[in-house]
Nanobody, 132 residues
Framework: QVQLQESGGGSVQAGGSLTLSCIIS????????????LAWFRQPPGKEREGVAG???????NYADFAKGRFTISKDNIKNTLLLQMNNLKPEDTATYYC??????????????????????WGQGTQVTVSS
């Protein structure tokens, strides 16, 4: 079964940086690595889960407006690890961050972030707290 596990969260002062990692396992990477669309979502306390950044199976990167210019989504293809580099963090970035995946098909390049309901595999989340 496909499994995802996040790490790298923590507490940081406003303006600081964090890099989140998501180890993806449970499938044959050599055969199916390019059939998955991947993403990072976040959920602030008491609020709905929202998209942060997406990486299509074809390589297209999509970002929420608040993430553009500050966050970078990427993938280490050797380690099969999804990354989220977050710079210039703000208090409003405080949330639980989740990585997600779906079997979207080979070399798909959708030009916008997919919704929460489109992802079928989720990690347990990692907490990010940004203080003023």
């Amino acid at each position: 079964q496909v499994q995802l596990q996040e790490s790298g969260g923590g507490s940081v002062q406003a303006g600081g940086s964090l890099t989140l990692s998501c180890i993806i396992s449970g499938y044959d990477y050599t055969k199916e690595s390019n059939k998955f669309c991947l993403a990072w979502f976040r959920q602030p306390p008491g609020k709905e889960r929202e998209g942060v950044a997406g990486l299509e199976s074809g390589g297209t990167r999509n970002y929420a407006d608040f993430a553009k210019g500050r966050f970078t989504i990427s993938k280490d293809n050797i380690k099969n690890t999804l990354l989220l580099q977050m710079n210039n963090l703000k208090p409003e970035d405080t949330a639980t961050y989740y990585c997600a995946a779906e079997r979207c098909g080979l070399w798909v390049d959708w030009g916008a972030m997919r919704g929460v309901d489109e992802y079928t595999y989720w990690g347990q989340g990692t907490q990010v707290t940004v203080s003023s």
